[in-house]
């Protein structure tokens, strides 16, 4: 084998460890996935939302664009505390609710069940004592999401395709090796 391609094939199979990498990362994807649909693993309980009580002051429209991935859009309410020098507090409604409850919302005074490890998103909106968004919903809305996700992760196409990368990226590491060992060899035999 000519010593230019040899190079060109040292250099190729170089990056096959990324190969060899992929496919248990996308293994682990996949049982993380199925994990956070199992049981109660996609939404936060009860017990571990805040309170954030006061007014609100106003609803606004949020569009994220992230160059790799979808577009991701919600609801951000600013709610005033009712004590006094207390800042503001940005919290995240979902965009499957309606526009017009969000917009609603403007001077009422509202109790919400947030969860601040999750950049404030709310689960429960009450005007009055009236849930206006209910925990029940959005419990289920996180728990169809994820299980939506275990679905596209956990077919057998994505667990082969897992395995190819894997096989794949062991036989480019062991003909790095090899071809290294090769050219090496072939380097000492000429000096």
Known sequence: MPGFVRKILIFITGYAWLLLLAGPGLIGLSLYSGWKADGDHAYAARESLQSVAGTVTQ???????RKRRATKQFYEISVQPDGAG???????????TPQELVGNLIDEKITALVDKSDNDLVYE????????????????RLQAEAASSARSFSGAGTWIFAILLTLIGAAGVWSNRRLRAADSSQ?????
Request: charged letters at 30%.
């Open 125 to 140: 909106v009450a005007v009055d004592g009236k849930p206006v968004i209910s925990y029940e919903t959005t419990r289920q």
């Open 59 to 65: 609803a606004s429209e949020v569009t994220v664009k």
């Open 187 to 191: 380097q000492l035999s000429a000096a």
């Open 86 to 96: 207390a800042e503001a507090r940005k919290l995240r409604i979902d965009y499957s």
